[in-house]
C-alpha cells in the first residue's frame, strides 16, 4: 500500500487566498483524521471522519476551516480567506476504527505571507 | 476530560546511555489505547506501539521498551543504548472508547537528543 497521500506537500500563499489541501487516506481504513502542528499549539485534532461522515468537527479553529470527505479515498481541507497566523504543518492520518493505530501522511507545510 | 501529559519537554543524552520518557495520562473511561509515536527531524510521524487498558504487560523491541502502570496511570518509554538515529520528538497519545464517546489526544511530546 502507498500508504496515507497528501498534496501538496509544500504550499506558500498570500494571505487572503484560498488554501485546500489534500489527502487519500489509506484503502480499507474507515477513520480519517486532519491535524495540525505548530512549535507553539503542538499537534492539534482538526476534524475526524468516519465512514466519510465528519464525527467530531470542535478543533476547527474557526469558520474559516472546512473539510469534506466526498468519498473512501478522498479528503480535503480548505481554509478561506488564509492568514498568516494559519501557518503550520497539516497532516492527515487514516485508522481502521479509532482504536487502532493512526498511520499519518507526510504533512503539508502551509507558509502564509 | 481526556489527557495525555509528557512533563519532559527536551531530554539530552550522550550516545549509549539509556532514557525514558515519561507519559501520564487521565481518562474516565475504563477501555482506552495507549500509542506511541516518533517524529524525526524529517518530519514524519511514525507508529511505534499501541497497548489496551486491559493488557498491562510490559512489551519490548530491540533496544525499545514499554512500561504500563495502571495505579499510576503511566506509559513509559524507554530507550536502551540509545542512538543519534533515536534523535527526534516522542508523542504519547490516548484513544478512549468507552461512556464517554470516541476521542483521540497527543500528548506536547518530548523532544530527545541523542549526542554522539
Redesign the interface.
Known amino acids: 500500500d502507498a500508504g496515507v497521500i497528501q498534496s501538496p506537500r509544500h504550499e506558500v500563499t498570500e494571505m487572503g487566498q484560498e488554501v485546500t489541501l489534500r489527502c487519500k487516506p489509506i484503502s480499507g481504513h474507515d477513520y480519517l483524521f486532519w491535524y495540525r502542528q505548530t512549535m507553539m499549539r503542538g499537534l492539534e485534532l482538526l476534524i475526524y471522519f468516519n465512514n466519510n461522515v465528519p464525527i467530531d468537527d470542535s478543533g476547527m479553529p474557526e469558520d474559516r476551516f472546512s473539510a469534506k470527505m466526498p468519498n473512501a479515498s478522498f479528503s480535503t481541507l480548505k481554509i478561506q480567506p488564509s492568514e498568516p497566523r494559519d501557518s503550520a504543518v497539516y497532516f492527515c492520518a487514516s485508522s481502521r476504527g479509532t482504536v487502532n493505530e493512526q498511520f499519518f501522511g507526510p504533512g503539508t507545510r502551509l507558509t502564509v505571507l | 476530560a481526556q489527557k495525555v501529559t509528557q512533563a519532559q519537554t527536551e531530554i539530552s543524552v550522550v550516545e549509549k546511555e539509556d532514557v525514558t520518557l515519561d507519559c501520564v495520562y487521565e481518562t474516565r473511561d475504563t477501555t482506552y489505547?495507549l500509542?506511541w509515536?516518533k517524529q524525526p527531524p524529517s518530519?514524519?510521524?511514525?507508529?511505534l506501539i499501541?497497548r489496551?487498558s486491559f493488557d498491562e504487560q510490559n512489551e519490548i523491541s530491540g533496544r525499545y521498551s514499554w512500561n504500563f502502570q495502571k495505579s499510576t496511570s503511566s506509559f513509559n518509554f524507554t530507550i536502551t543504548a540509545s542512538q543519534v538515529v533515536d534523535s527526534a520528538v516522542y508523542?504519547c497519545a490516548l484513544?478512549e472508547?468507552g461512556n464517554y464517546g470516541?476521542?483521540?489526544?497527543?500528548g506536547?511530546?518530548t523532544r530527545l537528543s541523542v549526542l554522539p
Open positions: 489505547y500509542f509515536y518530519g514524519e510521524l511514525v507508529f499501541r489496551n508523542f484513544s472508547e470516541q476521542n483521540f489526544v497527543f506536547p511530546g
